[in-house]
């Protein structure tokens, strides 16, 4: 507890985001880069979950005129998962570290504002939190249907992508649990509204779990007969570049293909809308310690998932912001966008 509280009222130096932090902590921590940081960073509260908590996204991006780009990226969405906004955390701390100085990320926070959840499913990552029988709770804390003893819903079986249908149980004990019907918790209708409202807007839909060292890409349902190669192109180099920090193996695929089927995700909803490029980020480790992963292992964990983020993040900005004047460029950028659409419409659900 001393720890922790130390680290609270020192959050400016490095070191600090190398533990892990309570809800309550979290909540404060928002509210500290949203005061030091004003015209850059905001807070908008979204939606709510089923316990009455704000669901809240940090919005970063310079002032501009004009509508401009979004990055979505969600941490949490799996309660036991504390790496996941842990690093949402760290992403935040190292845009806002290096903007000023860095005329990369000066530029993209020109054309693009991140929306960032820290922590999407707060209700069950305050109850993993509780104490040692409830540390890996993954779902949500929503009452039961009628006749069953046991809450919650996987909230990532309940998007509107194939819901219910592969990867899932009707058993609302069960982990992987798909809820009573599609969008019927809180907090995947909050992502869904808030999204759908900007989709047109959105480059780039990240959704960052653990644990198994993955890049993910669309889709999990394993009949969609063709697998978008542009997004499996942008994420071998997100894992290339993930490797060259600390030397750890990422592996990309489909689910079906490196993982398991599933159905109802919020990456494969998002790409089905529209969305030209969806990632879910599967960090560290592959076992060892799962979802108690030590906090010696934060920042290493944090700096090569930064460096993948950001290779996916400097090519979605590229392919939109091209170099005035680079025909090439251009060019390059109209042959993906063909290529991302055909991907989407060719898909064939069996």
Known sequence: ??????????????????????????????????????????????GRTFENK????????LNSTSSKKVIWM?????????????????????????YKSDERMHTILNNVDFYITPVLNMDGYMYSWQNESTRLWRKSRSAPPAGCNCNGTDLNRNFNANWGMIGVSKDCCSDIYCGSKVLSESEADAVTSFVQSMKERVLCFLTIH?????????????????VCHPQMQVAQKASEAIKSVHGM?????????VLYPN????????????????????????????????????????EE??????????????????????????????F???????????ATFL
């Not at 704000?54 to 991006?61: D, E, F, P, S, V």
């Not at 653990?210 to 063709?226: A, C, F, K, T």
């Not at 193996?249 to 293909?257: A, I, R, S």
């Not at 993906?336 to 060719?346: I, P, R």
Request: charged share 20%; aromatic share 12%; proline share 6%.
């Open 1 to 46: 507890k001393n720890k922790s509280d130390h680290c609270v009222r020192k959050w400016k130096n490095h070191s600090d985001y190398c533990v892990l932090y309570s809800p309550h902590q979290i909540t404060a921590w928002m509210e500290m880069v949203v005061k030091e940081n004003p015209g850059v960073v905001s807070a908008e509260v979204y």
């Open 54 to 61: 704000n669901i809240t996204a940090l919005k970063i991006g």
């Open 74 to 98: 969600d941490c949490g969405i799996h309660a036991r998962e504390w790496i996941a906004p842990a690093f949402c955390q760290w992403f935040v701390k190292e845009i806002l570290r290096t």
């Open 210 to 226: 653990s644990h198994g060292q993955l890049i993910l890409v669309p889709y999990g349902y394993p009949e969609i007969q063709r």
């Open 249 to 257: 193996e990422y592996t990309v695929g489909t689910p079906p293909m």
């Open 263 to 302: 159905s109802g995700s919020s990456r494969d909803w998002a790409r089905l809308i529209g969305i030209p490029f969806s990632f879910t980020f599967e960090l560290r480790d592959k076992g060892e310690f799962g979802f108690k992963l030590p906090e010696d292992q934060i920042q290493p964990t944090c």
């Open 305 to 334: 998932a930064y460096e993948g983020a950001r290779s996916i993040i400097n090519y979605v900005h590229d392919k939109n912001f091209p170099v005035k004047g680079g025909s090439v460029a251009a060019a390059t950028a109209a």
């Open 336 to 346: 993906w966008t063909t290529l991302l659409a055909s991907c989407l419409t060719s």
